[in-house]
């Protein structure tokens, strides 16, 4: 399988409480809307961006760093706002 | 997929699930839940579930969620096995719940029931054990 160009960058999840169930129910929910494949890491482990069970099954605290990787025709923009709602997760 | 979901649960547990659930997944499909008061008489639960999964029935069966195997709840759901296509999952917990209400499928109502109870075991853990190395403390 050919591997797409995609985009990859690392953010630092702000919420206090870190990334639980709401925000990373928001999170799929604003990542379904991008054509891009979605995939979220944390050290080795990567897990789909589209299920809310397995972003929480990361375990990511607060200060914690997740990697957010997107593949396809959105995928600049997907990392982008994906990157914002993480790091603006404060307010959650 | 139009599968109904139904949650039938003891006192107000079934409601207060799906407030949660409406938290995480504010979007997600609606669906049903019934109340049943152990003070109750049966022909009324039955009536209530009845009413229940008439309102989410849209031809392709309806999933009823209880929340404890044996339970009045389950037990009264049960009955309708035979004369309604329903299957009845017991044991509910909200990683089901999230599952269902984001799941973008065509699963037919047995296809689901099975998916979700594996769905909804796979997700019970004893946290310590998922943190990632060097989380524990």
New interface residues.
Partial sequence: MSREPGVERAFTVRAELGLHARPAGQFVALAGRFSSEITVGRGDEWVSGCSILSILSLAAEHGSTLIIRAVGTDAEQAVSELGLLLEAAGQN | MAVGVVVVAHCDLGKEFLRALS?????GRRFFSISLDPSEQLEAMRKKILKGIGEADENDGVLILTDMFGGTPSNVALSFHEEHHVEVVTGMNL?ML??LA?LKDDKSLEELATFVKEYGQR?ISV?SQ????G?SG
């Fill in positions: 938290l995480i997944v504010p979007d990683p999230v599952k984001s997700n946290a998922l943190l990632p190395e989380n």
